[in-house]
């Protein structure tokens, strides 16, 4: 059976995620500035959600790439973090291509490549906490032959 790695913190581009994610949040909500396509398609409250949510996905991300603890934990924030910015990206995609239609194909593809690629790295982390709640195996006895 081939080892199995773990990777925590070698993911480039969901780190760069994460990162920009709060920092957008904060910048809408404190600057009262959104895409038009959030302001048409999104009613007030779920806006301010979506908003809360950039920050708070971000910001889960965060902690769970810089978790000091157990790796199971980490990955565990690590997935919430991941699966809400597959939703919030989606969400975004969703409002893009209602607002702009063919004219947002651009715009729509590479937010949806977020939510994709978000989503995918869940289904990673998924795996990689199901091999560390393996039990771990014994070597059997005759493995290393026998001693005379």
Do not use: H
């Amino acid at each position: 059976m081939p080892k199995m790695r773990i990777w925590r913190n070698r993911q480039p581009f969901q780190n760069a995620v994460v990162v920009t994610a709060p920092v957008c949040g904060v910048l809408m909500i404190t600057l009262e500035v959104r895409p038009p396509s959030v302001e048409v398609a999104m009613p007030g409250p779920v806006r301010l959600g979506w908003e809360l949510g950039l920050v708070v996905a971000g910001l889960v991300g965060l902690a769970g790439l810089l978790w000091p603890g157990r790796c199971s934990t980490a990955l565990g924030i690590e997935l919430a973090s991941m699966l809400m910015l597959g939703t919030l990206a989606g969400m975004y995609a969703v409002s893009l291509a209602a607002f702009s239609g063919r004219m947002a194909v651009a715009a729509a593809s590479f937010v949806t490549a977020v939510a994709i690629g978000s989503w995918w790295r869940s289904a990673e982390i998924v795996r990689d906490l199901r091999v560390l709640a393996r039990p771990r195996q014994s070597c059997p006895g005759d493995i290393f032959g026998r001693l005379p």
